[in-house]
């Protein structure tokens, strides 16, 4: 089956840096996604990476290395609206994919 | 016009009733999936549909019943629920079933089954 793990809660400041892991194994590899969710609404599209390395998207970056099974999404200069669940989910195939359970990050005043 | 759209947007039911959740979405996409999101749970993959053909059944109970009349909607019939139903539905979609396309999804279904 498929195992994918992040952290349950992360809580940060206003203005800081949060940095969100994810581990995976899984049967096949074929890119792995971040999305953010707001309580109450639909997941929305962060990131994708199916290369090694960093893809850098405002204030949004995400890191990965495919033989580690490993995966961050990074969050700079916390707003706000950042508060949300972080998502990440791996494609094992040409469609399919399998999520982590989700990281709840709250931003403090 | 939003993307995604499901209807409705909350839904409560007795375990003997039958209730349709409904998804379209407006982005020309081919492929169509519904999912379940139980809390700190993951998403949980139940059924998807590319070029109107049912590709996965992802060992879902068969109270649960699929239906994708074309490739811009997407409906999910439900009868006979137990209590452990009761999740948010989502409805997702992406340009194919392959290449590196996202799956865009709407704001869900909020399930209460009692």
């Known amino acids: 089956g498929q195992n994918i793990d992040q952290p349950t809660e992360m809580t940060a400041t206003e203005g800081a840096i949060v940095q969100i892991n994810c581990t995976y194994q899984?049967?096949?590899?074929?890119?792995l996604f971040w999305y953010q969710q707001h309580a109450g609404e639909a997941p929305t599209f962060l990131s994708y990476n199916v290369l090694d390395g960093l893809e850098e998207k405002g204030r949004f970056s995400s890191f990965l290395s495919r033989s580690k099974g490993y995966s961050y999404l990074l969050l700079k200069e916390l707003q706000m609206k950042d508060s949300a669940s972080y998502l990440c989910a791996v494609r094992d195939g040409d469609y399919k994919l399998s999520f982590g359970a989700g990281t709840t990050v709250t931003v403090r005043a | 016009e939003t993307g995604v759209t499901q209807t409705p947007r909350h839904l409560v039911m007795g375990m003997t009733n039958k209730k349709s959740l409904k998804c379209e979405q407006h982005?020309?996409?081919?492929?169509m999936y519904w999912y379940k999101q139980s809390a700190k749970k993951p998403l949980e993959l139940m059924f998807v549909?590319?070029?109107?053909?049912?590709?996965e059944n992802n060992s879902v109970p068969s109270r649960f019943s699929p239906e994708c009349p074309n490739s811009s909607h997407l409906f999910l019939h439900l009868h006979t629920l137990q209590p452990e139903d009761s999740a948010l539905y989502l409805c997702?979609?992406?340009?194919?079933?392959?290449?590196?396309?996202?799956?865009?999804f709407g704001p869900g279904t909020r399930l209460l089954v009692l």
């Open positions: 549909y590319s070029l109107e053909e049912r590709v």
């Open positions: 997702a979609s992406s340009q194919d079933r392959q290449g590196a396309e996202t799956q865009y």
């Open positions: 899984t049967s096949g590899f074929n890119g």
């Open positions: 982005l020309g996409h081919n492929a």
